[in-house]
């Protein structure tokens, strides 16, 4: 049974960081990536991040290069991280985790088959 368990996000003034994790259980190797994906209320869900599973690197979109950054975490290789900084009003949404086997259209929620559950992120002063 595959699993992906997120914890972290919460309230932060806009400058201030956050750092998510997803922890996945029961993928096959032929998973290749955690995507994260946000949704903020009355807007499309878009996809911010993309961890490779097999060896690390990452992926990002334009609005959130350079001040996000995804990798695996050391001890606990199960565990993806979403390292965000410089937060920004408009980086408030309801963010995800979800596991695809592809890579090429990683922003693209369609080919994602798990998710998590989805943690909170409001950056306000």
């Known amino acids: 049974q595959v699993q992906l368990v997120q914890s972290g996000g919460g309230l932060v003034p806009p400058g201030g960081s956050l750092r998510l994790s997803c922890a996945h259980s029961?993928?096959?190797?032929?998973?290749?990536?955690i995507g994260w994906f946000r949704q903020a209320p009355g807007k499309e869900r878009e996809g911010v991040s993309w961890i490779n599973l097999h060896g690390g690197g990452a992926l990002y979109s334009d609005s959130v290069k350079g001040r996000f950054t995804g990798s695996i975490e050391d001890n606990a290789k199960n565990t993806v991280i979403l390292q965000m900084t410089n937060l920004k009003p408009e980086d408030t949404a309801v963010y995800y985790c979800?596991?695809?086997?592809?890579?090429?259209?990683?922003?693209?929620?369609?080919?994602?088959?798990?998710w998590g559950q989805g943690t909170q992120v409001t950056v306000s002063s």
């Open positions: 979800a596991a695809t086997n592809r890579r090429a259209t990683w922003n693209l929620d369609i080919f994602y088959n798990y």
């Open positions: 029961g993928l096959t190797s032929d998973y290749l990536g």
